[in-house]
């Protein structure tokens, strides 16, 4: 299965004398059977869309393209009664096919299942995604539920424990969330952000407990430099990182030396709660530095 350059090293072109081969990688890698002719422009019109989405999938799959009017053979082998017609092979097995041309979400969506059984990390991403989608739409409890429960079956999903926690964290059970993070003792790079988060609330230990809406309101009324920095860590803390940190810039900015530069030490710190190169880190960087300068 020798491929014509080194771009094409997923795009075979199949005859008799390398279906076999063919076959035979499917045992570790799917393989898309595509059937085609010159003569069919739907053909020519999904090529590059399938192509393009080969390449991107950077070997998770494998392209056979046969020629059906030079493979009749391939092609009755594989029964293709229209074109263009594609068969899905995965461990030497036909499991699936499409008839007609397609579209690029139709070929993503038509290869997601198989994609997902042979890295779960592809499955991982897409349940994120989905309670992400549930927690938007006001569906949080069920969403909750999933993680907790994906969690018990997958403790070593840092990234579900790192959804559950924001999900806790945005909810003001703080004591939960904590609880979740205590959970994993060892220096992991998806919880690192949310024990920085922690640590902003630990500077508010000694301060009287009030809201997160009563600070809000204080705020945007006419706050004190105490009402800023309470609201600016505690909102950074649940994930409103833009909310917060505008309000420790309000502070630096009206009450500069207000608790030995108290401002600006907790600008630093709601930036380690962000991931290195974030735009908003960035961006309210250069804000403090002018202030500063």
């Keep these: 299965m020798n491929s014509a350059s080194s771009?094409?090293?997923f795009i075979i072109d199949v005859t008799p004398a390398n279906l076999q081969q063919i076959l035979q990688a499917s045992m570790q890698t799917?393989?898309?059977v595509d059937f085609w002719a010159d003569w069919c422009q739907p053909c020519k019109q999904m090529a590059p869309v399938l192509e393009k989405l080969v390449r991107e999938l950077d070997g998770k799959v494998l392209l056979a393209k046969v020629n059906a009017d030079e493979q009749q053979a391939v092609a009755a082998q594989f029964q293709v009664r229209s074109l263009p017609t594609l068969k899905l092979v995965v461990q030497g097995r036909l499991v699936d096919e499409l008839v007609g041309a397609q579209t690029e979400t139709a070929l993503r969506q038509w290869l997601a299942p198989v994609l997902a059984e042979a890295d779960p990390e592809v499955d991982a991403e897409a349940?994120?995604?989905?309670?992400?989608?549930a927690i938007a739409h006001g569906h949080g409890v069920e969403a909750e539920a999933a993680l907790r429960d994906a969690l018990v079956?997958?403790?070593?999903?840092?990234g579900f424990r790192a959804l559950l926690v924001e999900y806790l964290l945005g909810e003001g059970r703080?004591?939960?969330?904590q609880s979740v993070l205590a959970e994993i003792a060892e220096d992991v790079a998806e919880l690192r952000p949310f024990r920085a988060r922690f640590a902003l609330l630990a500077e508010l230990k000694e301060s009287t407990p009030i809201?997160?809406?009563e600070l809000s309101a204080r705020v945007a009324a006419t706050p004190t430099p105490e009402d800023l920095y309470q609201y600016g860590l505690r909102a950074a803390a649940a994930g409103q990182f833009e909310a917060g940190l505008a309000a420790l810039l309000q502070m630096l900015r009206d009450h500069r030396d207000f608790g030995d530069g108290l401002a600006r030490a907790a600008l630093l710190k709601v930036f380690d709660c962000l991931p290195k190169g974030d735009p908003l880190a960035s961006e309210y960087r250069r804000k403090m530095f002018n202030y500063l300068h």
Excluded: G, W, Y
Excluded at 127 to 133: A, G
Excluded at 174 to 177: G, S
């Design 211 to 213: 809201s997160l809406a």
């Design 7 to 9: 771009t094409q090293q």
């Design 153 to 158: 079956h997958e403790p070593a999903r840092h």
């Design 127 to 133: 349940f994120i995604e989905q309670v992400r989608l």
């Design 30 to 32: 799917p393989v898309i």
């Design 174 to 177: 703080l004591d939960e969330a």
